[in-house]
């Protein structure tokens, strides 16, 4: 098998009239990171579940992302932060919702997959259970940038006003996520987010639910998604297209991309990223960009964030 590897930074882009050279640089130095993190440990032989968790951690860090370190503030102003992580080889999967500390959460996730039991663990439980594992652990104020700030300092007062909505894919929302595939052919998912900024407290998007915002299977596919959870929720987008490869014999591209398209005339506005048992990773977006990149077959990074050509 050909290892591959396809990261998203989300599909909360900034407007590219507002993106400026140095931003641009910044983004894609970011992505190609994170994507150098996960192919070391593909090319080296390691298994797709590692790449993925390399990959996410590294996004994870990165204030520019909304995940872990420059997640978005709730219209409390708190910090509820989902993760999930699945393996294609046996369908394990993990997942948290709605947590504030580990420095990662996707090694959150990673820590309820590798316990057994529980899925999805939320909330105060989930960071009991988490406090009893070696996960480094941070202070809220490690997560919070005033970027984030700003950003729910605008829509409360947006809200107050009650103007329209016309905030930027930027000030909306954003996600990151890794899909591989490792030499063995195995397939793993992870996808990590902040939610949506100004989000009511307690709400839970698609990235912590197995099945619609991430989602993995060695005989069909692997999905990361990011975008309007809600949608994402109610049409299992992960899972269904992973059921028109097998069910429909579909390809990886043509289920992907038509999952996409019919997402948006539900008012689903994102994308995802997807790999197969074999070929190159999938990208599809309906939105105006979404911060994505992939390792080609010989070994290139390629990065893009709105419809540009990859570079």
Same mark, same amino acid.
């Given at each position: 098998?050909?290892?591959?590897?396809?990261?998203?930074?989300?599909?909360?882009?900034?407007?590219?009239?507002?993106?400026?050279?140095?931003?641009?640089? &910044?983004?894609?130095?970011?992505?190609?990171? @994170?994507?150098?993190?996960?192919?070391?440990?593909?090319?080296?032989?390691?298994? @797709?579940?590692?790449?993925?968790?390399?990959?996410?951690?590294?996004?994870?860090?990165?204030?520019?992302?909304?995940?872990?370190?420059?997640?978005?503030?709730?219209?409390?102003?708190?910090?509820?932060?989902?993760?999930?992580?699945?393996?294609?080889?046996?369908?394990?999967?993990?997942?948290?919702?709605?947590?504030?500390?580990?420095?990662?959460?996707?090694?959150? @996730?990673?820590?309820?997959?590798?316990?057994?039991?529980?899925?999805?663990?939320?909330?105060?439980?989930?960071?009991?259970?988490?406090?009893?594992?070696?996960?480094?652990?941070?202070?809220?104020?490690?997560?919070?940038?005033?970027?984030?700030? &700003?950003?729910?300092?605008?829509?409360?007062?947006?809200?107050?006003?009650?103007?329209?909505?016309?905030?930027?894919?930027?000030?909306?929302?954003?996600?990151?996520?890794?899909? =591989?595939?490792?030499?063995?052919?195995?397939?793993?998912?992870?996808?990590?987010?902040?939610?949506?900024?100004?989000?009511?407290?307690?709400?839970?998007?698609?990235?912590?639910?197995?099945? =619609?915002?991430?989602?993995?299977?060695?005989?069909?596919?692997?999905?990361?998604?990011?975008?309007?959870?809600?949608?994402?929720?109610?049409?299992?987008?992960?899972?269904?297209?992973? =059921?028109?490869?097998?069910? &429909?014999?579909?390809?990886?591209?043509?289920?992907?991309?038509?999952?996409?398209?019919?997402?948006?005339?539900?008012?689903?506005?994102?994308?995802?990223?997807?790999?197969?048992?074999?070929?190159?990773?999938?990208?599809?977006?309906?939105?105006?960009?979404?911060?994505?990149?992939?390792? =080609?077959?010989?070994?290139?990074?390629?990065?893009?964030?709105?419809?540009?050509?990859?570079?």
């Amino acid at each position: 098998m050909t290892p591959t590897i396809a990261i998203h930074g989300g599909a909360g882009t900034i407007p590219p009239a507002e993106l400026d050279p140095a931003a641009t640089a &910044a983004h894609h130095a970011a992505l190609r990171t @994170a994507l150098a993190a996960g192919w070391e440990i593909l090319r080296q032989g390691g298994p @797709a579940m590692a790449a993925v968790t390399a990959a996410i951690m590294a996004l994870e860090d990165d204030p520019l992302f909304n995940a872990g370190r420059g997640a978005v503030f709730t219209s409390a102003g708190q910090l509820e932060m989902d993760a999930a992580i699945m393996d294609g080889r046996t369908r394990a999967a993990g997942a948290v919702a709605g947590i504030c500390g580990p420095r990662h959460p996707i090694l959150a @996730a990673r820590a309820v997959l590798d316990a057994g039991g529980p899925v999805l663990l939320a909330g105060a439980g989930a960071e009991a259970f988490l406090r009893a594992r070696n996960l480094e652990w941070m202070p809220a104020a490690y997560f919070e940038t005033e970027r984030r700030r &700003a950003s729910l300092a605008r829509e409360l007062s947006r809200r107050a006003r009650n103007e329209p909505d016309t905030r930027s894919d930027a000030d909306r929302h954003g996600t990151v996520g890794a899909v =591989a595939r490792d030499a063995n052919g195995d397939l793993a998912a992870g996808t990590s987010t902040g939610g949506m900024t100004a989000k009511p407290p307690g709400r839970i998007g698609d990235t912590p639910v197995i099945g =619609a915002g991430t989602f993995a299977d060695n005989a069909t596919c692997a999905i990361s998604t990011t975008g309007t959870g809600e949608v994402f929720i109610r049409f299992t987008a992960a899972a269904e297209i992973a =059921a028109r490869i097998r069910h &429909a014999g579909q390809s990886l591209a043509q289920a992907a991309g038509d999952m996409v398209a019919e997402l948006r005339t539900h008012g689903g506005d994102g994308g995802l990223i997807a790999v197969g048992r074999e070929g190159a990773p999938v990208l599809p977006f309906n939105s105006a960009g979404m911060y994505r990149g992939y390792v =080609a077959a010989d070994g290139t990074m390629l990065t893009a964030i709105h419809r540009e050509k990859y570079k």
